[in-house]
C-alpha cells in the first residue's frame, strides 16, 4: 500500500519586529604606556625584525600593574566617551554589557563598577567572556535584547588587560609580543526605523580545541599541556595551530554571513576583524579582493587587545567620518574557547 503523504510543515513564522536597533555613539580608552618592539628586545630574545614580519605589530599600550589604569578605569572611560558623544548620560541606559575575560577581581563584575561610576543608578549589569569574540558576541545579545523590547538603551564594552597574563620572558615570548591593553564600548538605542539593525549574525564555540590558547590558573596537567610553573597564569598559545584555525575560519565566516543576509562581499562598506596578526587578516583581506580603505587593520600600533580590538578600531572610524549612517558593517572574531562570531550591521 502507497503510504499516504506526510502533509508538508509550514516554515516557521519569522517574527515581525517593530523597532529598529542603532548604534547611537562609539568611545574608546588607551592605557598611556607605550610598549615597543625594541623594549622588547630588551627584556626577552627576540627582534623588532622577528616580530615585523610574523605579526606586523610594532608597538602596543599596556597598563603599569602599580598605577593602573584596571580593565574598570579603560571600561569607565570608553563608555562614558560613547555616552557624551550619543549625548547621554548614564541614567539613560537600562542595561551595561562588559565583554571580558580580564576583570580587575572574579566579582564585582566590570560592568557592575562601570554602571556605578558612570551614575547609571540600579540597572542590570553583566560580563560576558567570550575571550577575543566577546565584543561580537556582546554586540549581538544586546541588538535582540532591544530588538525584542526587554532594553531600549544599552552600553556595549569590550575591554581587557590581558597583559596582566603575558609572561614577559624568553619562555613566553611567542604570546607576549601580541598583545596590548585597551577597551570601546558603543551605545545600542531602539529606534523607529525597523531596517537598521543586524543583517545576519553568528556565535560558535568549540572546546576541543580549547589546549590551543589557554590561561591556566593552578598547577596542574590542563588539556594534553604539561604543568610547567612558568606557565601558570600566563597565555598558553599554539600559535601556528591558532593561525591555522583563524585563516580558514575568517573566509568561512565572511561568505557564511553574507550568505544569510543576502548581500555580496562589495556591499558591506566596512569589515572589522579582530586584531590578532597581520598576516592572518590580509590573507582574509585579499581572499575576497577587499580594498584597504573597507578591511580595516590597526595592529601595527596596538597589537592584539581581545575583545577592545574592534571597538577600537570602530571607534577610529567613527570619529574620522568614514563610518556613516546607512552603510553597513561587519564585525568578526575568533579567540580562545575556541570561539568565533559574526555580526553584520545596516547602520
Ligand atoms: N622572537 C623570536 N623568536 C621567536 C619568538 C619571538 N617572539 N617567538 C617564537 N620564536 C621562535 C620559536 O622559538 C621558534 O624557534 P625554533 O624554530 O628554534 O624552535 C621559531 O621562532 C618559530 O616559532 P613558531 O611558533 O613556529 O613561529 P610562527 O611563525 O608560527 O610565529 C606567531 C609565531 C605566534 C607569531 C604565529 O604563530 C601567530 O601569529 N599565530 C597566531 C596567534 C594568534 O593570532 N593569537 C591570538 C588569537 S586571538
Not at 309 to 319: G, N
Request: glycine share 8%; with cysteine.
Amino acid at each position: 500500500m502507497t503510504p499516504a503523504p506526510t502533509p508538508s510543515t509550514p516554515p516557521p513564522a519569522q517574527p515581525t519586529f517593530t523597532r529598529g536597533v542603532r548604534i547611537a555613539g562609539v568611545g574608546s580608552a588607551l592605557p598611556e604606556r607605550i610598549l615597543s618592539n625594541a623594549d622588547l628586545e630588551k627584556i626577552m630574545d627576540t627582534s623588532d625584525e622577528w616580530i615585523v614580519q610574523r605579526t606586523g605589530i610594532r608597538e602596543r599600550r599596556i597598563h603599569d600593574p602599580k598605577t593602573g589604569p584596571s580593565t574598570t578605569d579603560l571600561a569607565t572611560e570608553a563608555l562614558q566617551k560613547a555616552l557624551d558623544r550619543a549625548g547621554m548620560v548614564g541614567s539613560d541606559l537600562d542595561l551595561v554589557l562588559c565583554a571580558t575575560m580580564t576583570p580587575d577581581m572574579p566579582t564585582p563584575s566590570v560592568s557592575c563598577l562601570v554602571a556605578d561610576r558612570i551614575g547609571a543608578g540600579q540597572i542590570a549589569a553583566i560580563d560576558l567572556n567570550g575571550a577575543c569574540s566577546g565584543f561580537v558576541y556582546a554586540m549581538n545579545c544586546a541588538h535582540d535584547f532591544i530588538r525584542i523590547g526587554s532594553q531600549t538603551t544599552i552600553g556595549v564594552i569590550g575591554a581587557d588587560l590581558i597583559t596582566r597574563f603575558v609572561d614577559y620572558s624568553t619562555f613566553g615570548r611567542a604570546a607576549a609580543i601580541l598583545f596590548g591593553d585597551a577597551a570601546g564600548a558603543c551605545i545600542l538605542q531602539a529606534c523607529d526605523d525597523t531596517s537598521k539593525g543586524l543583517l545576519a549574525q553568528a556565535m560558535h564555540s568549540d572546546a576541543s580545541r580549547a589546549k590551543h590558547l589557554f590561561i591556566p590558573c593552578c598547577e596542574r596537567d590542563f588539556f594534553d599541556v604539561e604543568y610547567d610553573e612558568r606557565r601558570v597564569n600566563s597565555v598558553q598559545m599554539n600559535g601556528q595551530a591558532v593561525f591555522r584555525f583563524a585563516v580558514t575560519t575568517f573566509p568561512k565566516l565572511i561568505e557564511q554571513t553574507l550568505e544569510s543576509a543576502g548581500v555580496q562581499a562589495g556591499d558591506v562598506d566596512h569589515y572589522i576583524c579582530h586584531q590578532s596578526n597581520a598576516r592572518i587578516l590580509t590573507a582574509a583581506r585579499d581572499r575576497f579582493g577587499l580594498p584597504e580603505d573597507r578591511f580595516h587593520i590597526n595592529i601595527g600600533s596596538r597589537g592584539n587587545t581581545v575583545a577592545a580590538s574592534i571597538p577600537l578600531i570602530l571607534d577610529e572610524l567613527t570619529q574620522s567620518g568614514r563610518v556613516k549612517e546607512g552603510q553597513k558593517i561587519m564585525f568578526l572574531a575568533f579567540g580562545a574557547g575556541l570561539t568565533w562570531g559574526s555580526s553584520l550591521w545596516q547602520l
